[in-house]
């Protein structure tokens, strides 16, 4: 406490004392022991209003040492599995040196796809991303004195490039490398690139590359096989400088169901890595596609843009076809478009409604319609209408799905001499209708449904130049074909509402996560957290069969199957209490990505130890490790004082003795009779 404090502590009582004196001594010439208990109470109280006002407060103060931090961050991916007890021998040697314990407050991690307290090992992470882990220990140590020890081969697989990771001013990264560094004469193959589907009868892409390490000529050979049956083989020659090659063919999908493609490269004789040296990737054969028909009796350019647009989607294809074809060719078809429809499209029409398959009308110049007004297809037309010029207005409220995308900047007017049309059951607006700058509260391309049966109809022709304009204003196609994409996926979309969806891959690569969701929903359609979800999964190989609770996250039910081997599996996903299942297949491809390595890669590891102001070490200098860390003198252990003030008397308190000190003199004088 300061002098002055204690000055004016000591000035308040004097000044309490002085009041009571001239109250209770000098001015009533108080005497016997009552008038001293007044005067006592009475200096009480103003001596705690004198402190009130003087707040007098005292000072403490504490020492604490600090430590500086070593944080030890060890490699637990399966490409260390090799030098796993060497690993686990030099963690046990940097926590149980006395001297560094003493220095140092010692944390330790483990990482490979996350980051993880150091409580075991067991060198069976998939993936490593160093970058990341050291990113999430950048925020914990952000502010003290830290020394981070990465012990590793230096081989990521997934992530930033870590070698390019800026830590923490205060932070000093030193890198020991495991592993052999030697550089080693080795063939790989990289990833595969190709689709996750293919249609019957269709070739598919794939491409792929070889990489070699060496530094004389060799001339490996490549070869493809698909189900064990070789579908591509080329040789190719490699040296040092062009240690590179690229390998695209087509390869032909002749049946259906999932298939295994093997991509392979010849042994070196002195290669000691052989496990990249082939590469597996898997993909389904279908025999799906969505067939169209594009019925028409003129030629128009609308023609090709429909055929073309739909068409930009694989899965589709569109038949052009005269309103008289046979019936068994319309009944290979899923959706009928009809161009202009006339008299002469009465049979296909009528063929149309007794499938109850879904239809797209598209009117015209050309088009019939006191025909179309009897053939009852839901709406009714007034006839008698001029060729006009109509513009489209984006209904933002269609709820069908989303349209809100479709950009209508500057298209041209559509060519129309519809009537307003009436329709005889509700329907939905995608395009709004505009004659001479004017809204005229009418559809231009409208939908409706009736039972299971989907219909669209568009009051204009000249859809090419819509097509055009896309072009021009953003220099493709995509704004009109992800429009009619749309469209068509309405229009041939039969699937009705399920309570219980399941969304999964037919295809796991085995370096990544295998994860299923699900999402179950009550009987008014909203989702029920409280249902019990679980999945049943069949090894199609050897018929174990496990069951797993789903776990609820966010708006939806999860398992994870990433700890199933390789192989081909099915699964059933089940509700307690409700019939609702949901069934299907996936595989797990056989690859593993922490074994494509051959050496350790200790020149990322010593950038990524420089760039901090640390330095890179061998197993075989853990004990000059060791000596760096004792003997920098960065590394010290501070003592760090704390102050704190408190007021000397709980304010409170002070309060409760003021008041207690008043009440008291005033009831003594008052039963006293000397008020």
Do not use: C
């Amino acid at each position: 406490m300061e002098t002055i404090t204690v000055l004016y502590i000591i000035i308040a009582a004097i000044v309490a004392l002085v009041l009571v004196v001239l109250q209770y001594v000098y001015k009533h010439k108080a005497k016997g022991k009552i008038y001293l208990l007044l005067a006592f109470f009475r200096f009480l109280g103003v001596f705690g209003i004198l402190l009130l006002l003087i707040n007098p407060q005292f000072s403490r103060k504490s020492y604490v040492l600090q430590k500086p931090n070593l944080v030890i961050l060890a490699d637990n991916s399966s490409s260390v599995g090799e030098s796993g007890k060497q690993l686990k021998d030099l963690i046990y040697s940097l926590k149980n040196t006395p001297e560094l314990s003493n220095r140092f407050k010692i944390s330790s991690y483990r990482f490979g796809n996350d980051l993880n307290s150091l409580d075991s090992l067991s060198f069976n992470e998939r993936n490593t991303n160093l970058y990341k882990s050291l990113s999430s220990l950048k925020n914990v140590f952000a502010r003290e004195k830290t020394a981070t020890v990465v012990l590793s081969d230096g081989n990521q697989t997934i992530g930033q490039d870590y070698s390019f990771f800026k830590p923490k001013p205060t932070t000093t990264i030193y890198t020991l490398v495991l592993g052999d560094t030697t550089r080693y004469k080795d063939l790989s193959v990289g990833p595969i690139l190709t689709n996750k589907y293919a249609f019957l009868n269709n070739k598919f892409p794939l491409e792929t590359y070889i990489s070699y390490q060496g530094n004389t000529p060799v001339s490996p050979s490549v070869s493809i096989t698909m189900d064990n049956k070789v579908v591509h083989r080329e040789n190719i020659k490699l040296d040092q400088k062009n240690n590179l090659r690229s390998i695209s063919t087509q390869i032909d999908a002749n049946s259906v169901g999932t298939k295994t493609i093997q991509v392979q490269v010849t042994t070196l004789p002195e290669e000691r890595n052989t496990s990249n040296n082939k590469r597996e990737a898997t993909l389904e054969v279908i025999d799906e596609k969505t067939k169209i028909a594009l019925i028409s009796d003129i030629l128009h350019p609308d023609l090709g843009v429909l055929k073309k647009s739909i068409e930009s989607n694989e899965q589709r294809a569109v038949s052009i076809l005269k309103p008289n074809v046979d019936a068994k060719t319309l009944d290979e078809m899923d959706l009928f478009i009809f161009y202009q429809p006339t008299i002469g499209f009465k049979n296909s029409i009528e063929f149309a409604k007794r499938k109850n398959a879904n239809t797209f009308i598209i009117a015209g110049t050309h088009t019939d319609y006191f025909f179309l007004n009897q053939a009852d297809l839901g709406f009714q037309f007034e006839n008698g209408y001029p060729v006009q010029e109509v513009f489209g207005l984006l209904n933002n409220g269609f709820s069908k799905y989303d349209i809100s995308s479709f950009d209508l900047t500057d298209f041209p007017p559509l060519q129309s001499d519809a009537g307003p049309i009436i329709f005889e059951q509700p329907y939905e607006s995608l395009l709004g209708t505009q004659i001479k700058g004017m809204d005229v509260q009418k559809p231009l391309w409208a939908t409706w449904e009736n039972s299971s049966r989907k219909q669209t109809i568009l009051l204009g022709e000249g859809l090419w130049k819509w097509r055009m304009q896309t072009y021009r204003n953003t220099g493709d196609f995509l704004n009109f074909d992800e429009f009619m994409g749309n469209l068509i996926r309405y229009l041939t979309s039969s699937k009705t509402k399920s309570r219980l969806n399941v969304d999964y891959e037919k295809v796991y690569d085995g370096a990544s996560a295998v994860v299923i969701t699900a999402t179950y929903f009550d009987e008014a359609f909203l989702f029920d957290p409280n249902a019990k979800v679980s999945i049943t999964v069949t090894n199609a190989k050897t018929n174990k069969e496990s069951t797993t609770p789903m776990v609820l996250k966010n708006g939806y039910f999860e398992a994870d199957l990433s700890n199933l081997l390789p192989g081909e599996y099915v699964f059933k996903v089940t509700v307690a209490n409700a019939s609702n299942t949901e069934t299907g297949s996936f595989v797990i491809s056989e690859f593993d990505m922490e074994n494509q390595f051959v050496s350790s890669d200790n020149v990322k590891m010593k950038q990524l130890a420089i760039a901090s102001g640390g330095k890179q070490y061998y197993p075989a200098e853990i004990e000059a490790l060791k000596q760096e860390l004792l003997t920098n003198s960065e590394y010290v252990p501070t003592e760090i004082s704390t102050e704190n003030v408190v007021s000397l008397i709980e304010f409170r308190i002070l309060l409760a003795i003021i008041a207690f000190a008043f009440a008291a003199e005033w009831f003594i004088r008052k039963f006293n009779g000397l008020i």
